[in-house]
């Protein structure tokens, strides 16, 4: 018995009422039911036999055949009832109230008849059905009656809700999601989707997040009309998984007037009006929620009967059809998952509950799934094929304006139900992933999440600026709104893959209301250098621009004012401004007015992408390098991985050293969720932690120092690297030079370093070993585009073509397809850095997606010492320009990161130290080479928090051989062990003193 089946069903050991179930059946059901008592089966066959499948589900029937009479099932009854007409919302309500009372009428009979052994838990009205506990013999006999339509297993439903995964995020708020479906271009029309309400059917929605928190309904309405939540009876939104509160912000996310926004750099931006700081279509729309979803293990599931009673929620949320309080979207971003049993794609109860919202006036969406790019793989319910678009499902896509594609996981049409078009429209499914971060404050995370979740979510943002702005509007007639209006992606017309195309919010409200007619502007930050700042202006309306003036006011600076000119529909200009390099400016206000001196766009941008995680963004002619300081380069450590003349070729990059059976790296996701194999205290999917106070960025140029010191299984390492970019001869390169410096304290002799560069150059590429140039040369598979390199210096260890897969980035992967970071593991990382044959790695033949991998070495470190390497990433129009250009490179002398024998202490590790574990606290120093020179002892102290010195250790230096190691296993002299709690330590060389703390527990 499945786990699913028991939590249907429930044993009874008594008899109710002394009557037996024999009894009852006798009295309830035919002589020719009665066989089935014992076993549901025959009934099932005589069905199967008429050619008719019976008002019993597939589902039910199963869970029959495998119960016995003292079971009891949870089960939906739906009854025979005709369609709802058309009509307001309160109206509506009160006929379907009696169309529910009207074919229920049987029922009432039927539970005197079965007594105990049918107990009715909800009469619905949404559909005419009820929610009940049954046994199976009243099933049967519900099933005899010819007025039952309909009655399903109350089972979990899985449903799919995960994002396909975090990247780093656009440099701001406003995404470039935003600025593609150009719904920033019409809030300053006052198109913001005020007056309207968007339900969201999800895991919840935390109202705490200040991106949300103030237009929730339930702070000035009654609370049942705000929230529904039959799995936790809460008192106000919250959402234990997370997924809706992300859906909800990508719909209508916006900070209210002082709420404050914080970077991961900790930048604090304050909204000074409620389209200032903006991550939704609809800035001015109000929501409720309804949590249907619940976590069961490692999977989310909902039921039939939960999202039933979401629905009649939603048609009447204060229990009071008077009340002008149902919603005028609902947002589903989920699916059933493709393929699940018991779920018919085509025809199942949970259509009439959505038929009857979008009767009473209610636009319903749904996501396509993120199952795709197989023809048919769009999910239900959103795979229902209804010309009325009572189903509509939004796909995703990816890329940037003019760049634009489907994404791989989107899913795909035609329908399963009679092959109508499907997706009916797509919106981009990357935005930005925003947490709440105490009262009145939201916090960008620096990362973004993907999914068609959130392109569904900006289709009800859409939906909710179109019914603004005509608002007598039926479901059907907004949807087509955003049909007609779509930029069409495909070779001319609707397809399967993105069906009416791209949704245009801009050319929507046009369509719906012409008083929008006219001009639309947008502004974006279109690129930024050392003292310069350039802002584009986009007209996304369906007329032109007239012309009038921009005004662009820094922060902390006056205004400058220009002029902006006539600009044809679809027509963009840029406007440069001198910026100071020094003003650490991070917002610049841009303000438009028209030529009568109205103003007609005013809007807070940022300047510069933040500091993600250690981000940076070297920029040299045509080349603009991105990595970060935890040993990462490429899209995954900055908003710019490795863009050269307009094409960007490196999604990911790292940096990784082997040693002593162990790999410490930046490749791929390896810690994250990962902790059977590795943790980090950063948790930013690599082994490096990064030395803040060590990192210094030029416009070309980045110093910075990370180590492993935190990692799980840490070798003890340190690495100062200096990143250099230039454009010279026609060839972009970035020169990393990395010094590894051993501080385990024990000698390492087989350190390798290497470097893994995941090229992207369209189509897939090739990665093949270039004799002459003693590097790696990447090329795409058509020929097209620039050739790449990943080069070193010293001896090669590795000089590998990884495979990754057979789809293009950003794709999902076959099963089996290479070498993909949720199955990158550390032997495989290991056995490549160390120059195994990559032969026998999964997809090593087909992979289409391929990344160099480069080590040089071994590298003998003693404790304290440390070498330098030189890696290069080049691209250039031929190979021959880039063998040229990298051959100057390697002439040019070495430049190490600034000194490294100075006296330093690195954080000891593990702290805490858990005694009696075996293990000792390591305390990692380095020391100038006069210091051994001259002899010097190296000074180790421990102190309790009153002062008193617990411990001291003397360690004499001499000029050759290892440092000696510092460690401390918490024990004291007497050789007890110390107490749990902090501690002060010590550590003395000559006249230097160097301190910090740590932490014993037992």
Known sequence: MTRGFRAQVRRRRVHRGGRTRTHLAAAVLTAGALAVLGSPGPLRGQAAQSGEEGPVAPALSAALQRAVPDDTLSIIVQYAAPAPVPGPAADLVRRLQVRSTNALVSLDSATARAGSELQIRERLWVVPAVLAEASPAAIMALAADPSVVRIYLDERLPVSLSPLGLSIADPSYTSQAMLTIGADAVWDQGVTGEGTTIAFFDSGVDGSNAMVSSRWRGRSSDLRASWFDPFTRASAPQDPIGHGTQVAVAALGALATGDTLKFPDGTLIVASSPIDVVTGAAPRAEWIAARVFERFGSGDYTRRSVLLQAYQWALDPDGNPATPDAPDVINNSWGVFAGAANFDACNDILYDAIDAAEAAGIAVIFSSG????????????????????????????????????????????PSQCGGGLKPELVAPGRVPEVRAAGRAAARLTGFAVSGTSFSVAQVSGALALVLQVRPSAAPEEAKRILLDTADDLGAGGPDNDSGYGLLNVPAAVQRANAAFAGGLLQASIVRRTRDSLYVGFHNRGGAAWAGGEAWVIPEGRPPVARDLPYLDPGGAVRLGLAIDPESGTRTVRVAVTDRSGGIVLSRVLVNGPPNLFGG??????????????FGRFGRVAAFRGFEWDGDELLPAGGIAVAGAGRVSDGFYTTTLGRADLKSSAP????????????????????????????????????????????????????????????????????AIPAFLADWDLGGGETVRWSTEMQALVAESRDGAGPVAVLASEGDVVARSSVPLGT????????????????????????????????????????????????????????????QTVRFWLLAAPSEAQ????????????????????????????????????????????????????DGL???????????????????????????????????????????????????????ETRSGRLMLVH
Request: hydrophobic residues 40%.
């Open 370 to 413: 993120n199952s795709g790019p197989a023809p048919g793989s769009v999910t239900p319910p959103g795979a229902r094929d209804d010309p009325g678009l009572r189903s509509m499902a939004v796909g995703a896509t990816t890329g940037t304006p003019g760049n634009l594609a489907v994404a791989d996981y989107s899913g795909r049409g």
């Open 616 to 629: 940076w963004i070297l920029e040299a002619g045509n080349l603009a390098a991105g990595g970060n300081d």
């Open 683 to 750: 948790a930013i999917e690599t082994d490096w932690a990064p030395s803040r106070s060590e990192t210094d960025v030029q416009p070309t140029r980045a110093e910075y120092r990370f180590d492993d010191l935190e990692a799980l299984g840490p070798l003890g390492l340190e690495v100062r690297a200096v990143a250099q970019a230039s454009d010279a001869s026609g060839v972009g390169a970035l020169t990393v030079v990395a010094t590894v410096r051993n501080l385990s304290g024990s000698r390492i002799p087989d």
């Open 807 to 866: 789809s293009a980035i950003g794709a999902v992967y076959e099963p089996d397809s290479g070498v993909l970071w949720d199955v990158f593991e550390e032997g495989d990382k290991l056995d490549l850095v160390r120059g195994v044959d990559p032969g026998g790695l999964p997809g090593f033949a087909t992979a289409l997606d391929r990344a160099a991998l480069l080590s040089v070495g071994p590298l003998d470190l003693p404790a304290g010492e440390s």
């Open 882 to 933: 880039a063998s040229a250009r990298l051959q100057e490179l390697r002439d040019e002398p070495i430049e190490p990161p600034g000194p490294d024998g100075r006296f330093e202490i690195e954080p000891p590790f593990p702290n805490p130290l858990r005694t009696g574990s075996g293990r000792v606290m390591n305390f990692p120093y380095s020391v100038p080479d006069a210091a051994r020179e």
């Open 937 to 991: 002892a190296l000074v180790f102290e421990v102190y309790d928090v009153a002062g008193r010195r617990l411990v001291r250790q003397t360690h004499p230096l001499s000029p050759g051989g290892d440092l000696p190691r510092v460690t401390w296993d918490g024990l004291l002299a007497e050789g007890l062990e110390a107490a749990s709690g902090v501690y002060l330590f010590v550590v003395r060389l000559g006249d």
